[in-house]
């Protein structure tokens, strides 16, 4: 029987062989294959945790391989491995007719198999070289079992591995529960006297736009970004097992959990650093951008974080994943994600505020809207300004509520997922620029409004065909296959801030 572990290496990662070799000689164990500390201090934790597990600690010397040899080994997971491999080779357990396994598994000194981060990448890596048995700590059996036509096995305690053997290999169930529920998310309901800002979130959440929100403090913009995760419906299976496995692989997958049903919303602070953002640093773990994989991004009070953080999301929005390479080594992350940003006017927040007066200067205003950056804001296709709401209009009636305006934006995806059932996008906002003609048809009057406002407004090619896709979906929410001159009028009032008349959106 082979045994295998699992290095993590990016999304894909590597399997690892975990040969053992036992011959006559000074009695010690010995690990060769670029292993780091955690991996070489195993020796002691496997040697006492056998013992005490009631297992003979051979008196011979030891020799651990873990190929490829190239490849650095990290962390404590092959505690596990290493142990069964020993077991295996000094014949103290038997499992005919299992021609390889994974393992993964921290042992403490007393034989406890502890939960180690990384079960359903390694579960899935092994699964694609053909290998379903999988030997895993009892509390991370949940993330294994979520893929189909796997045999697993939990342990809680090294003594218990001869017996489960024994009782041979039980197939389990995918498990692929889904979660609905919302309740830590605002209830779109709540956000009261603001129309148009409902309007650009049901929109944005449609068409999966990008999205900027920007206005004096208290008026609203950092609730309307957390309500409009709950318009986001459940995704779909293929996303689900990948933001799984991306959580998973960042220790962020809660033990005796299953798939990530939910849109996952990430919310950084804005002291948070480029690799915190885009992922890498020691371990490579996936950065915010790939957390927030199938869901949203949102970034508040944007301009404070660093310009170099900002810039870095521009190739993850443009190629849906991220790729790294540090010291030699590549890797990558899917980080498919609607980003959201939300800002102040001006450095001291009260432009547009009818009971305080705004003393920043032009240029200090533009030198903090420059931290956004033309380049990432000119791929933000709806941005909308908001004001401090009259107390009057706090006491109105409550709109529509998240799960009535789900219903639209769910039929809205519908539409184009049939749409663009033979291409490699699935939404309006990934529509590439060749393709936007044949999927947006506009009448004459409509094209002369459109031409019109491109130049008045001296928009680019990209935030024209931005407009034209946030046009086809407003089309899509409404029900309609062909785009009319309303749609392109209201997309027209979405984009026409932030490119020359910024500082004036909210006087």
Not at 155 to 174: F, Q, V, Y
Not at 367 to 394: M, Q, T
Not at 466 to 474: A, D, I, K, Y
């Amino acid at each position: 029987m082979k045994i295998y572990a699992y290095a993590a290496s990016g999304f894909t990662g590597r399997l690892v062989s975990v040969e053992v070799d036992i011959r006559r000689g000074i009695p010690g164990l010995d690990i060769v294959g670029l292993p780091d500390n955690a991996v070489r201090e195993s020796r002691d934790r496997v040697r006492v945790a056998l013992k005490r597990s009631g297992f003979n600690f051979p008196t011979d010397r030891i020799l651990v391989n873990l190929s490829p040899a190239g490849l650095k080994k990290e962390g404590a997971s092959y505690d596990l491995p290493i142990a069964v491999g020993i077991l295996w080779a000094t014949e103290q357990v038997q499992c005919s007719g299992i021609p390889a396994v994974l393992c993964a598994g921290e042992l403490l000194l007393d034989g406890t198999v502890c939960p180690v981060s990384g079960i359903l990448p390694a579960a899935a890596a092994a699964m694609a070289d053909g290998i379903n048995r999988f030997i895993v700590p009892e509390r991370n059996i949940e993330e294994a079992k979520t893929l189909p036509n796997g045999k697993t096995l939990g342990i809680a305690h090294l003594s218990d591995l001869p017996s489960l053997l024994e009782d041979g290999w039980n197939s389990t169930k995918r498990r692929d529960e889904s979660d609905d529920s919302d309740s830590h998310y605002p209830e779109l309901s709540d956000l009261r006297g603001q129309p148009v800002l409902r309007r650009a979130l049901e929109t944005a959440a449609a068409g999966r736009h990008h999205l900027l929100i920007f206005g004096p403090p208290g008026s609203g913009k950092t609730m309307a970004a957390r309500a409009s995760a709950s318009l986001l419906p459940n995704l779909e299976s293929d996303t689900s097992l990948e933001v799984s496995r991306i959580w998973s692989q960042a220790g962020r997958l809660s033990a005796e959990s299953g798939l990530v049903r939910r849109p996952p919303f990430r919310e950084p602070h804005h002291s948070a650093t480029m690799e915190g953002l885009i992922g890498g640093g020691y371990g490579r773990h996936p950065g915010e951008v790939s957390l927030a994989h199938g869901g949203i991004l949102f970034l508040d009070e944007a301009p404070e974080f660093g310009q170099k953080a900002l810039q870095s999301l521009r190739e993850p929005l443009e190629l849906g994943r991220i790729e790294m390479a540090r010291a030699g080594r590549n890797w990558w992350y899917p980080a498919d994600f609607q980003l959201q940003m939300a800002m102040n006017p001006c450095p001291c927040g009260n432009l547009g505020r009818e009971d305080a007066s705004c003393l920043c200067s032009i240029s200090e205003m533009s030198r903090y809207w420059r931290r956004l950056g033309g380049a990432l804001l000119d791929r933000v296709d709806i941005r909308v300004p908001v004001s401090v709401i009259n107390p009057e209009k706090l006491l109105e009636p409550a709109g529509e509520d998240s799960k009535t305006v789900r219903l639209r934006v769910v039929a809205a995806r519908v539409s184009q997922k049939e749409r663009y059932a033979d291409s490699s996008w699935s939404f309006n906002a990934d529509i590439p620029p060749g393709k936007i003609n044949h999927h947006v048809t506009l009448d004459e009057a409509s094209t002369k409004y459109f031409l019109e406002a491109i130049r008045k407004l001296g928009l680019s090619s990209r935030a024209a065909h931005g407009v034209l896709r946030v046009s086809r979906t407003l089309a899509d929410l409404d029900g309609r296959a062909k785009v009319e001159i309303s749609d392109v009028l209201e997309a027209l009032q979405h984009r026409r801030y932030g490119d020359r008349d910024i500082f004036w959106a909210t006087l």
